[in-house]
T-cell receptor, first 113, second 114 residues
Framework: DAKTTQPNSMESNEEEPVHLPCNHS???????IHWYRQLPSQGPEYVIH???SNVNNRMASLAIAEDRKSSTLILHRATLRDAAVYYC??????????????FGRGTQLTVWP | GAVVSQHPSRVICKSGTSVKIECRSL??????MFWYRQFPKQSLMLMAT?????????EQGVEKDKFLINHASLTLSTLTVTSAHPEDSSFYIC??????????FGSGTRLTVV
């Protein structure tokens, strides 16, 4: 039921910026865009979320396209600890799904020292 | 920040027995919690939505009699895998949401059925 498309994998060098893309062309006006990441054998970790405007927090930035059909998670300086699977997910508070998160395959980020 | 504690982190059980997994929100009240299952090298699959004081809502294809969910308080939800079989071996993860904040996930439970 995932409504997002992400590349299967990406690579980066340590201390370089990383831009992780996500396409969500069927996004509705009430869908929030959420990003989570997961390390092996751990539960996912919240990264950032937004609705329309770009968002910044201590972990990352979220750039949302004007038409909201795509977004980009930006890690400003990748570290080895950022190596994880990153999931872009739409959260809808309306209707039968009522805020449930459905995970897609995500993007495996590899960070090279 | 919000913390969700999941216990046990790892459990091995014999085929045919039942296993209970606990999920607690430590510093906030969660009227809704979610249970996921993850097989190796696969993504998380939502199993059910746990609602405090009412019956859980199961996703299509998930057997509600096999995966019993109880959400008796605002801080505790439990998942019981009944009559476990080797194919139930998986990584089970719970999560909870606090209002407009992001979802917080437990650290997961690795279930191995032998």
């Amino acid at each position: 039921d995932a409504k997002t498309t992400q590349p299967n994998s990406m690579e980066s060098n340590e201390e370089e910026p990383v831009h992780l893309p996500c396409n969500h062309s069927t996004i509705s006006g009430t869908d929030y865009i959420h990003w989570y990441r997961q390390l092996p054998s751990q539960g996912p970790e919240y990264v950032i979320h937004g609705l329309t405007s770009n968002v910044n927090n201590r972990m990352a930035s979220l750039a949302i396209a004007e038409d909201r059909k795509s977004s980009t998670l930006i890690l400003h300086r990748a570290t080895l600890r950022d190596a994880a699977v990153y999931y872009c997910i739409l959260r809808d508070l309306r209707g039968s799904t009522l805020g449930r998160l459905y995970f897609g395959r995500g993007t495996q980020l590899t960070v090279w020292p | 920040g919000a913390v969700v504690s999941q216990h046990p982190s790892r459990v091995i059980c014999k085929s045919g027995t039942s296993v209970k997994i606990e999920c607690r929100s430590l510093d906030f009240q969660a009227t809704t919690m979610f249970w996921y299952r993850q097989f190796p090298k696969q993504s998380l699959m939502l199993m059910a939505t746990s609602n405090e004081g009412s019956k859980a809502t199961y996703e299509q294809g998930v057997e509600k009699d096999k995966f019993l969910i109880n959400h008796a308080s605002l801080t505790l939800s439990t998942l019981t895998v009944t009559s476990a079989h080797p194919e139930d071996s998986s990584f089970y993860i719970c999560s909870a949401v606090q209002d407009n904040y992001g979802y917080t996930f437990g650290s997961g439970t690795r279930l191995t059925v032998v």
